[in-house]
């Protein structure tokens, strides 16, 4: 069956434009999952949606970064007024409610100049 | 609070030599733990998968790793290396209390696996 997709793949921005990123989990999959890899910190927990309870954005870094998930299926992941340190790869996965195993997309690049 | 520890950044080894990327974790709770694999370009693929079932896990491609509880150790092993294991490795963490998964998985800083001819 299909995979979790993610679009755009590669994204360049201006610093100080808005971007929306967004995610296609498997179909099925009730919990959402953001995170973001960088080379300064590697792999990091942004948010997470799991079915139909408040999201933990515990892992937000900042106020300009937003997600939301519509019917419980795709979500989109916006940043706000883009900073250099924002240039990262964000990944989005998606898993069974209360199940640990995560599937992952391919992710989008996201290049802030 | 959990976290993870790959205790080397780069592994190399030769093709058909046996393969050992090491992880240590701390966890509050009573862990899942994962090795997930990362080929360049490409997203991130499930290894293996430890729910506390039998502590030595078998996964994809002739990977193991075996959950020692005394030494907070994941090991990834595999007995013969192949050109196509080159790739980042991934140990991960995941905070289960009674079985549910809190879904925020904690990651290791990664292990680059160089293959030699």
């Known amino acids: 069956g299909a995979g979790v997709s993610q679009s755009p793949s590669n994204k360049v921005t201006e610093k100080g434009k808005d971007v929306e990123l967004r995610c296609d989990p498997i179909s099925g999959h009730t919990a959402l999952y953001w995170y973001r890899q960088s080379l300064g910190q590697g792999l990091e927990f942004l948010i997470y949606?799991?079915?139909?309870?408040?999201?933990?954005k515990s892992g937000l870094p900042s106020d300009r970064f937003s997600a939301e998930r519509t019917g419980g299926s795709v979500s989109t992941l916006t940043i706000q007024r883009t900073q250099q340190e924002d240039s990262a790869v964000y990944l989005c996965a998606s898993s069974l409610l209360y199940v640990g195993e995560q599937y992952f997309g391919p992710g989008t690049r996201l290049t802030v100049t | 609070a959990q976290s993870v520890t790959q205790l080397d950044s780069h592994v190399s080894v030769s093709e058909g030599t046996p393969v050992l990327l090491r992880c240590n974790y701390s966890s509050s709770y009573s862990p899942s733990l994962f090795w997930y694999v990362q080929h360049p370009n490409k997203g991130l693929q499930l290894l293996l998968k430890y729910t506390s079932a039998a502590t030595l896990v078998k996964g994809i491609n002739g990977f193991e790793a075996e959950f020692k509880k005394s030494e907070t150790s994941f090991h990834l092993t595999k007995p013969s290396a192949h050109m196509s294991d080159a790739a980042e490795y991934f140990c991960?963490?995941?905070?289960?209390?009674?079985?549910?998964?809190?879904?925020?998985?904690?990651f290791g800083q990664g292990t680059i696996l160089t293959v030699h001819p």
């Open positions: 949606f799991q079915g139909n309870s408040a999201p933990d």
């Open positions: 991960v963490v995941d905070d289960n209390a009674g079985g549910t998964s809190y879904g925020k998985l904690t």
